[in-house]
């Protein structure tokens, strides 16, 4: 992938709301650290950058824009003049302005991470996919939830994630770890 204005980085839902309950077991402790050194390293080339927020519709949700957790995660914020883009369902191209915001740049490719890798992240890896971007996924910036299964038994978040990043790998993204994107950045 090209490193350059064709390429937007895209933060997904980095929000303090998955702090609080309902929300169970998180994975990747080090998911933050990587997304900041990604953000960094973008800014300090000035390559596009969008960021996503997930404005729940739901008034008692922890991503409603009412609660506190809506608010993004300490070193997350957008700066200047980075464009928001809110979104109430998991993939950020339903009901918003993303891929017109994108054609109008002239992107062809978009690079991805944030919460959760299985549901906002890889949804959005998928119709980016779908509608012809090159889609990359930075692996270690994600981070997803313990889950219970139809019988009750709990799904390890490293499992899931794991499962969600093959499934990408092979039909829809290239999946990086932050050092090899990094690398590749130059």
Known sequence: MTFDHTTVLIPIDVQQGFDYAPWPQRN????????QRLLAAWRARGLPLIHVRHDSIHVGSSLHPQH??????????????????????????IGTDLELRLRRLGVTGVVLFGISTDMCVSTTARVASNLG???????????????????????????????????????????????ALLAALG
């Open 28 to 35: 990747n402790p080090v998911m933050e650290a990587n997304g």
């Open 133 to 179: 971007y090159r889609t990359l996924v930075v692996g270690d910036a994600c981070a997803c939830f313990d889950l219970k299964d139809a019988d009750g038994s709990v799904i390890a978040a490293d499992v899931i994630q794991r499962a969600h990043l093959a499934t990408l790998r092979t039909e829809f993204a290239e999946v990086l770890d932050t050092d």
């Open 68 to 93: 506190p957790g809506n608010a993004f995660r300490s070193g997350f914020e957008p700066q200047d003049d980075e464009p928001v883009v809110s979104k109430s369902v998991n993939a950020a191209f």
